[in-house]
């Protein structure tokens, strides 16, 4: 093995180049000629546009176009796709409404966009974007999920009556229903996961360019994937052949999952550089990435739980109410329905659920993918109710779970929504995250802190998501002349460090070091297809892939080398970069192997020829067995100023099994940043729209609170290897979205835990100091009224 094979904590080789400046990212790119493209948005949730006087604007210093939907559609320009028509109940298709890269006669939320100003300063374009006269027609606005199927709420759609996109089932209602009906006792609970703004560090960007000789459109842009941008805009938006749209991406300053999507903008760089024929540049500021970036969340839940009088949950039933915004972004109807409620049972034996899904229109941004996308929704769903039905029927909520938790004897395990767990010892995880964390111990520091004045509160969440599972993955793999290698692959780096784990990949197969390996991504003209990022796929079906060509290129490298040792293939052995004659010293290099196979030296003709491109192998990966299943137990401890409200997390243990681990290292970064941005969603993060103009209300960084340093505590954390994975060769379950997933469950358990001495049951998130601290009000002042 190398030294820094699979299982070691090799530090990024990539943080090398960021952090001193040679970082690539779109606004990094340029290209000669370049203009720049402004967007005018919509001040309106809900308007018709009664007219559009573009001339002035058109005539203004530096313009070189200004654009309407009219110039989109007489060039043939499509809207863009809803890429997952998630057959609803009795298989009826959602209502699918276009998406116009611009508003056509009607916008539809704050920040839609309007017209498309090209100019050859930035300043200029802006300049003239404030000439436009748009004759606005306001309409009255629906920016409330809870509200939106209510009669009297406006409609964002004509065709979408009642403002129902889709309503989506799983499981048999009459049979859940009959069960609860018999149960030993009912606990029902309605709870909101809050709508949060993604806020990647990069705000996304767009350049596009134009040959007119080839025909061909250039886009660069920031992406979880190139492969899935080219194809949309391809086939579905300019519709030419593939290899008309060449997309490009490099550094990328986040992306989870907002930027998997085709967005109006990347549209309006193509089209504009196609017809001015010059490169078109669009950059987007935070102002505009919180009114057009999809958000996330955004879910109205009740739920509904049978108990036998063991309080063991016999059957659940469960109703969402999910926002989809105003137009269907690319997976808007997947991540409510097949990509997060399959997952609704949690870590428990539950042998009958039902749940119903309605997803609606509302006039707001579109909602799709946030980190962990669906799985977050589904288990801050369970995980509340198994800590409010503990409260109901006097136990503790670790006992709670210890009796409704799946056995590890009953691995593999099918789950009563056809999903099965391969592996997995939840009581286990659980029982060592509690002595971690000083479990049975925490009523003495409750006690402390209550001479503090401090309510503290301890909560847990024991959490079960998918990973992988998505598509296919293809990695090429070209052997260098000095034997380094190039590996082109079609994940998408995002800031997680693919370049260190998959040099560990190739490292423990091929035996060279991370310095030997060179990564190339981003580029539909390198490789012919990939699956990009998102889902927590990148690693284990990058990794099977990179290990399939690398299986490839020993087999191309053994085969070389027996014609320079003369020798058969069969007695030729591959040792970290070495190929030698079995039972003797006569070896050469892979460099020496390369060298030959691009030189054609000490080969026959026949293999000089078919080797005159070098050793350049290719595989592809489809994941074809389950989906892989990591989980893991999250404990938080808060304390409460019981003056203020103001909730801090003062303590947090982790342990997570994600079987075999590639870098402990990154791991654990991925879930400190995954926590992070749970116990943010939990405590501070809301998109909030005024409901009677629908106007953005959260815009900024004055209004939307992003999590700091000093909110955040020492993550405690500890990965538990001895349960790889049964469904991949690699034994890997996924890492990257985890701590989203355990976070919010626990930290408002903990919360709830802390007001429960004054009857408090549920809070909703966020868990800001107002709302805490009129709970606590109101429980003065019905203590106060008792007395």
């Given at each position: 093995m190398v030294k820094f094979g699979v299982g070691q904590g090799l530090r990024r080789v990539e943080d090398e180049r960021l952090l001193t400046g040679y970082g690539r990212y779109t606004d990094d790119i340029k290209e000669d000629g370049e203009v720049f493209g402004y967007v005018l948005r919509s001040p309106y949730a809900h308007a018709d546009i009664r007219s559009m006087d573009l001339e002035d604007a058109k005539a203004a210093p530096g313009v070189l176009g200004v654009y309407s939907h009219e110039d989109l559609t007489a060039d043939g320009v499509q809207n863009i796709p809803c890429m997952t028509p998630i057959p609803g109940k009795n298989g009826t298709t959602p209502i699918m409404p276009p998406r116009p890269a611009l508003a056509n006669s009607r916008v539809r939320h704050i920040g839609d966009p309007v017209a498309f100003v090209v100019a050859e300063t930035l300043e200029q374009a802006r300049d003239a974007a404030e000439l436009i006269f748009v004759d606005y027609a306001d309409l009255p606005a629906n920016v409330r999920s809870d509200k939106a199927l209510e009669a009297s709420t406006p409609q964002v759609w004509d065709e979408a009556p009642g403002n129902l996109c889709l309503d989506w089932e799983e499981g048999d209602r009459a049979a859940t229903e009959a069960v609860i009906g018999k149960a030993h006792k009912v606990v029902r609970l309605e709870l909101i996961n809050n709508r949060v703004v993604v806020n990647a560090m990069e705000p996304r960007g767009a350049l596009a360019s134009y040959d007119p000789e080839s025909d061909q459109m250039t886009l660069v842009s920031g992406s979880q994937g190139v492969f899935s941008l080219r194809n949309q805009l391809a086939e579905r938006i300019f519709q030419v052949p593939p290899e008309k749209i060449r997309v490009r991406t490099q550094d990328v300053g986040g992306g989870f999952g907002m930027k998997i999507f085709v967005y109006p903008e990347q549209v309006l760089v193509m089209f504009a550089a196609r017809r001015l024929k010059r490169p078109v540049r669009w950059t987007g500021d935070r102002s505009e990435s919180f009114m057009s970036d999809s958000q996330g969340r955004d879910h109205v839940t009740s739920l509904e739980a049978g108990l036998d009088e063991n309080g063991k949950i016999i059957a659940l039933k469960v109703l969402t109410i999910a926002d989809l915004g105003a137009y269907l972004s690319n997976f808007g109807p997947y991540i409510p329905t097949l990509c997060g409620s399959y997952l609704l049972c949690g870590v428990y034996t539950i042998p009958t659920l039902y749940v119903e899904v309605k997803c609606v229109f509302t006039n707001t941004v579109p909602v799709d993918a946030y980190r962990g996308a669906g799985r977050p929704e589904a288990a801050y769903a369970i995980e509340r109710l198994i800590d409010y039905a503990a409260r109901e029927i006097a136990i503790a909520p670790d006992e709670m779970r210890r009796r409704n938790f799946i056995p590890p004897d009953a691995m593999p395990f099918k789950t009563c929504t056809g999903i099965t767990y391969d592996t997995g010892d939840f009581a286990q995880i659980m029982r060592r995250a509690q002595e971690a964390a000083g479990w049975g111990d925490f009523e003495a520091r409750r006690a402390e802190a209550k001479t503090r004045g401090k309510l503290r509160g301890q909560g847990m969440a024991s959490y079960i998501e998918a990973c992988g599972g998505i598509g296919e993955e293809e990695a090429r793999i070209k052997v260098n002349a000095d034997g380094g290698i190039t590996l082109f692959i079609g994940t998408q780096n995002n800031g997680q460090g693919h370049a260190t784990a998959y040099a560990q990949i190739i490292g423990d197969r091929l035996g060279l070091e991370p310095e030997q390996i060179e990564l190339r991504q981003g580029d539909t003209n390198e490789l012919t297809s990939g699956g990009g990022t998102g889902g927590s796929r990148s690693v284990l079906m990058g990794g099977m892939a990179i290990t399939g060509a690398s299986e490839k290129v020993i087999a191309r490298a053994r085969e070389i080398a027996g014609h320079l040792l003369e020798a058969a293939t069969d007695d030729i052995e591959y040792n970290a970069g070495i190929l030698s004659i079995a039972g003797t010293d006569r070896r050469v290099s892979l460099a020496d192997v390369a060298q030959a196979a691009q030189t054609g030296t000490g080969l026959p003709p026949e293999a000089a020829e078919a080797l005159k491109e070098g050793i350049?192998?290719?595989?592809?990966?489809?994941?074809?067995?389950?989906?892989?299943?990591?989980?893991?137990?999250?404990?938080?401890?808060?304390?409460?100023?019981?003056?203020?409200?103001?909730?801090?997390?003062?303590?947090?243990?982790?342990?997570?099994?994600?079987?075999?681990?590639?870098?402990?290292?990154?791991?654990?970064?991925?879930?400190?940043?995954?926590?992070?941005?749970?116990?943010?969603?939990?405590?501070?993060?809301?998109?909030?729209?005024?409901?009677?103009?629908?106007?953005?209300?959260?815009?900024?960084?004055?209004?939307?609170?992003?999590?700091?340093?000093?909110?955040?505590?020492?993550?405690?954390?500890?990965?538990?290897?001895?349960?790889?994975?049964?469904?991949?060769?690699?034994?890997?379950?996924?890492?990257?979205?985890?701590?989203?997933?355990?976070?919010?469950?626990?930290?408002?358990?903990?919360?709830?835990?802390?007001?429960?001495?004054?009857?408090?049951?549920?809070?909703?998130?966020?868990?800001?100091?107002?709302?805490?601290?009129?709970?606590?009000q109101s429980a003065d002042a019905d203590r106060v009224a008792a007395e």
């Amino acid at each position: 093995m190398v030294k820094f094979g699979v299982g070691q904590g090799l530090r990024r080789v990539e943080d090398e180049r960021l952090l001193t400046g040679y970082g690539r990212y779109t606004d990094d790119i340029k290209e000669d000629g370049e203009v720049f493209g402004y967007v005018l948005r919509s001040p309106y949730a809900h308007a018709d546009i009664r007219s559009m006087d573009l001339e002035d604007a058109k005539a203004a210093p530096g313009v070189l176009g200004v654009y309407s939907h009219e110039d989109l559609t007489a060039d043939g320009v499509q809207n863009i796709p809803c890429m997952t028509p998630i057959p609803g109940k009795n298989g009826t298709t959602p209502i699918m409404p276009p998406r116009p890269a611009l508003a056509n006669s009607r916008v539809r939320h704050i920040g839609d966009p309007v017209a498309f100003v090209v100019a050859e300063t930035l300043e200029q374009a802006r300049d003239a974007a404030e000439l436009i006269f748009v004759d606005y027609a306001d309409l009255p606005a629906n920016v409330r999920s809870d509200k939106a199927l209510e009669a009297s709420t406006p409609q964002v759609w004509d065709e979408a009556p009642g403002n129902l996109c889709l309503d989506w089932e799983e499981g048999d209602r009459a049979a859940t229903e009959a069960v609860i009906g018999k149960a030993h006792k009912v606990v029902r609970l309605e709870l909101i996961n809050n709508r949060v703004v993604v806020n990647a560090m990069e705000p996304r960007g767009a350049l596009a360019s134009y040959d007119p000789e080839s025909d061909q459109m250039t886009l660069v842009s920031g992406s979880q994937g190139v492969f899935s941008l080219r194809n949309q805009l391809a086939e579905r938006i300019f519709q030419v052949p593939p290899e008309k749209i060449r997309v490009r991406t490099q550094d990328v300053g986040g992306g989870f999952g907002m930027k998997i999507f085709v967005y109006p903008e990347q549209v309006l760089v193509m089209f504009a550089a196609r017809r001015l024929k010059r490169p078109v540049r669009w950059t987007g500021d935070r102002s505009e990435s919180f009114m057009s970036d999809s958000q996330g969340r955004d879910h109205v839940t009740s739920l509904e739980a049978g108990l036998d009088e063991n309080g063991k949950i016999i059957a659940l039933k469960v109703l969402t109410i999910a926002d989809l915004g105003a137009y269907l972004s690319n997976f808007g109807p997947y991540i409510p329905t097949l990509c997060g409620s399959y997952l609704l049972c949690g870590v428990y034996t539950i042998p009958t659920l039902y749940v119903e899904v309605k997803c609606v229109f509302t006039n707001t941004v579109p909602v799709d993918a946030y980190r962990g996308a669906g799985r977050p929704e589904a288990a801050y769903a369970i995980e509340r109710l198994i800590d409010y039905a503990a409260r109901e029927i006097a136990i503790a909520p670790d006992e709670m779970r210890r009796r409704n938790f799946i056995p590890p004897d009953a691995m593999p395990f099918k789950t009563c929504t056809g999903i099965t767990y391969d592996t997995g010892d939840f009581a286990q995880i659980m029982r060592r995250a509690q002595e971690a964390a000083g479990w049975g111990d925490f009523e003495a520091r409750r006690a402390e802190a209550k001479t503090r004045g401090k309510l503290r509160g301890q909560g847990m969440a024991s959490y079960i998501e998918a990973c992988g599972g998505i598509g296919e993955e293809e990695a090429r793999i070209k052997v260098n002349a000095d034997g380094g290698i190039t590996l082109f692959i079609g994940t998408q780096n995002n800031g997680q460090g693919h370049a260190t784990a998959y040099a560990q990949i190739i490292g423990d197969r091929l035996g060279l070091e991370p310095e030997q390996i060179e990564l190339r991504q981003g580029d539909t003209n390198e490789l012919t297809s990939g699956g990009g990022t998102g889902g927590s796929r990148s690693v284990l079906m990058g990794g099977m892939a990179i290990t399939g060509a690398s299986e490839k290129v020993i087999a191309r490298a053994r085969e070389i080398a027996g014609h320079l040792l003369e020798a058969a293939t069969d007695d030729i052995e591959y040792n970290a970069g070495i190929l030698s004659i079995a039972g003797t010293d006569r070896r050469v290099s892979l460099a020496d192997v390369a060298q030959a196979a691009q030189t054609g030296t000490g080969l026959p003709p026949e293999a000089a020829e078919a080797l005159k491109e070098g050793i350049d192998e290719t595989a592809k990966f489809t994941d074809t067995p389950p989906k892989t299943y990591p989980n893991g137990s999250h404990i938080c401890e808060v304390e409460i100023d019981a003056e203020t409200g103001v909730a801090k997390v003062v303590r947090y243990v982790i342990y997570d099994d994600f079987g075999t681990v590639i870098n402990p290292l990154m791991a654990a970064g991925q879930v400190h940043g995954g926590t992070v941005q749970g116990i943010g969603q939990a405590l501070l993060e809301q998109t909030v729209y005024d409901p009677e103009t629908g106007q953005l209300l959260t815009g900024s960084y004055l209004d939307y609170c992003m999590p700091r340093a000093d909110d955040i505590p020492d993550i405690e954390l500890t990965m538990v290897e001895d349960m790889p994975c049964a469904t991949n060769d690699m034994g890997m379950k996924g890492a990257g979205e985890a701590g989203c997933i355990g976070a919010p469950p626990a930290v408002i358990n903990a919360i709830v835990d802390a007001l429960a001495p004054l009857g408090v049951r549920h809070v909703d998130m966020p868990a800001t100091p107002e709302k805490i601290w009129r709970l606590i009000q109101s429980a003065d002042a019905d203590r106060v009224a008792a007395e």
